[in-house]
């Protein structure tokens, strides 16, 4: 209760920002985007979704909060278009609550319009559970407007859920983000995580997916990955998340 609270007043005051994590091409090296990460400016320190849980679970701050990170996301994305800046697309979570409202893709896509950038700079990242929990036609239908317009799909935290091949072939999948909890062990060769990463990558290959490891935080890990032709790299190996202002500092040493 306090924590939905605070949220509202983090809404009214206007503390709630996007962190800016990298994500780097493995095949080139570039920066080819960011996910944006919620965060919370609350007396003198950054909450983080974690500790916020309790106001992501009520369906109105919830889908409050998405609003509010697309609008931020988008006024960054036009400050790097006026630089110049080339930053790929940004990707942004949704809730299951986004989808819970039959009107998501439409505010995603009047957000855009409005604003004058084009919905290939977006990235929407869904979980499993949206998948399994909402009723499917109507995420399906949401998801293919937005697929449609340019919008990519990503599906995330995969290999956690359930019937998760499925999936792949009812929804407009793009992307898969390997789960981090997969990542941990894979340099140990042999390892189960190993076997089941590399699976997932020929799949999404043989799919023509995109795929992102999520959490690499060491080299080896990073090299294991590359070799077996993962496509996008994200953790604390490549960068922390962080605020606009250092993300705009990256992509102009980048650029
Ligand atoms: O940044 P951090 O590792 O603390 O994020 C924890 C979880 O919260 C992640 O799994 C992420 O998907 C989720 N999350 C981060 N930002 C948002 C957001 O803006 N909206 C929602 N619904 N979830 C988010
Ligand atoms: O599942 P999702 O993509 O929403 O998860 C993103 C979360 O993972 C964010 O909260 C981010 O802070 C966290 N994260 C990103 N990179 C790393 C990493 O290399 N290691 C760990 N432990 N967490 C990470
Ligand atoms: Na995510």
Same mark, same amino acid.
């Given at each position: 209760?306090?924590?939905?609270?605070?949220?509202?007043?983090?809404?009214?005051?206007?503390?709630?920002?996007?962190?800016?994590?990298?994500?780097?091409?493995?095949?080139?090296?570039?920066?080819?985007?960011?996910?944006?990460?919620?965060?919370?400016?609350?007396?003198?320190?950054?909450?983080?979704?974690?500790?916020?849980?309790?106001?992501?679970?009520?369906?109105?701050?919830?889908?409050?909060?998405?609003?509010?990170?697309?609008?931020?996301?988008?006024?960054?994305?036009?400050?790097?278009?006026?630089?110049?800046?080339?930053?790929?697309?940004?990707?942004?979570?949704?809730?299951?609550?986004?989808?819970?409202?039959?009107?998501?893709?439409?505010?995603?896509?009047?957000?855009?319009?409005?604003?004058?950038?084009?919905?290939?700079?977006?990235?929407?990242?869904?979980?499993?559970? /949206? #998948?399994?929990?909402?009723? +499917?036609?109507?995420?399906?239908?949401? *998801? !293919?407007?937005?697929? %449609? &317009?340019?919008?990519?799909?990503?599906?995330?935290?995969?290999?956690?859920?359930?019937?998760?091949?499925?999936?792949?072939?009812?929804?407009?999948?793009? /992307? #898969?983000?390997?789960?981090? +909890?997969?990542?941990?062990?894979?340099? *140990? !060769?042999?390892?189960? %995580? &190993?076997?089941?990463?590399?699976?997932?990558?020929?799949?999404?290959?043989?799919?023509?997916?995109?795929?992102?490891?999520?959490?690499?935080?060491?080299?080896?890990?990073?090299?294991?990955?590359?070799?077996?032709?993962?496509?996008?790299?994200?953790?604390?190996?490549?960068?922390?998340?962080?605020?606009?202002?250092?993300?705009?500092?990256?992509?102009?040493?980048?650029?």
């Amino acid at each position: 209760i306090q924590m939905l609270y605070d949220a509202r007043e983090a809404l009214r005051h206007d503390r709630i920002v996007p962190f800016y994590q990298p994500k780097i091409s493995f095949h080139t090296g570039e920066c080819v985007g960011f996910e944006a990460l919620l965060r919370w400016h609350h007396e003198q320190v950054f909450r983080t979704p974690d500790e916020i849980a309790a106001a992501l679970s009520d369906p109105g701050t919830s889908t409050q909060i998405t609003d509010r990170i697309l609008d931020k996301v988008i006024g960054d994305i036009l400050a790097w278009e006026a630089e110049g800046l080339r930053f790929g697309r940004v990707a942004v979570n949704s809730s299951t609550h986004d989808f819970s409202r039959g009107d998501f893709a439409e505010r995603i896509l009047t957000r855009l319009e409005r604003a004058g950038v084009a919905a290939h700079r977006i990235e929407l990242e869904v979980t499993e559970s /949206v #998948l399994t929990e909402q009723l +499917s036609t109507s995420v399906e239908s949401t *998801l !293919r407007t937005l697929s %449609d &317009a340019g919008v990519t799909i990503a599906l995330d935290d995969f290999g956690t859920g359930y019937a998760s091949l499925t999936h792949l072939k009812q929804f407009p999948v793009d /992307v #898969l983000k390997i789960d981090r +909890s997969f990542i941990e062990q894979i340099d *140990l !060769r042999e390892s189960e %995580d &190993a076997m089941i990463v590399r699976t997932i990558l020929d799949l999404a290959k043989r799919l023509g997916i995109l795929t992102v490891a999520e959490g690499i935080e060491t080299a080896s890990q990073a090299r294991a990955l590359a070799q077996w032709d993962c496509d996008v790299a994200q953790g604390y190996l490549f960068g922390r998340p962080t605020d606009a202002e250092a993300a705009t500092r990256l992509l102009q040493n980048w650029n």
